[in-house]
């Protein structure tokens, strides 16, 4: 059993940043990947970042290639995504979500593949 926590939500105007955390729970931990996903309302929830366990290998959505920076430490159990030069269409619920599944590709945007998340924060972007 997993367990994911997130933090670091909040409101910022356009051009600023935020950094999203991840606390992740549970002995076999360091042997999940993790992705973050966002949902605007009104929209689909869709992939934004993600990172294997194994080598750390980072995806991103092409929207925020760039710009977010998804990164984890295992040794404090927490995942990060450090998110630069914020637009307004970056607003949302973002959610971690942990999978024993290192994937390839595009794989990694299908939430169907993940095992366990988190509670969802709110990130606004607002002037």
């Known amino acids: 059993q997993v367990e994911l926590v997130e933090s670091g939500g909040g409101l910022v105007q356009p051009g600023g940043s935020l950094r999203l955390s991840c606390a992740v729970s549970?002995?076999?931990?360091?042997?999940?990947?993790i992705g973050w996903f966002r949902q605007a309302p009104g929209k689909e929830r869709e992939g934004v970042s993600y990172i294997t366990s194994a080598d750390r290998t980072t995806y991103y959505t092409d929207s925020v290639k760039g710009r977010f920076t998804i990164s984890r430490d295992n040794a404090k159990k927490m995942v990060y995504l450090q998110m630069n030069s914020l637009k307004p269409e970056d607003t949302g619920a973002y959610y971690c979500?942990?999978?024993?599944?290192?994937?390839?590709?595009?794989?990694?945007?299908?939430?169907?593949?993940?095992?366990?998340w988190g509670q969802g924060i709110q990130v606004t972007v607002s002037s």
């Open positions: 979500a942990a999978t024993i599944v290192d994937f390839e590709f595009d794989q990694w945007k299908d939430e169907n593949g993940y095992d366990f």
């Open positions: 549970g002995d076999t931990s360091d042997y999940y990947a």
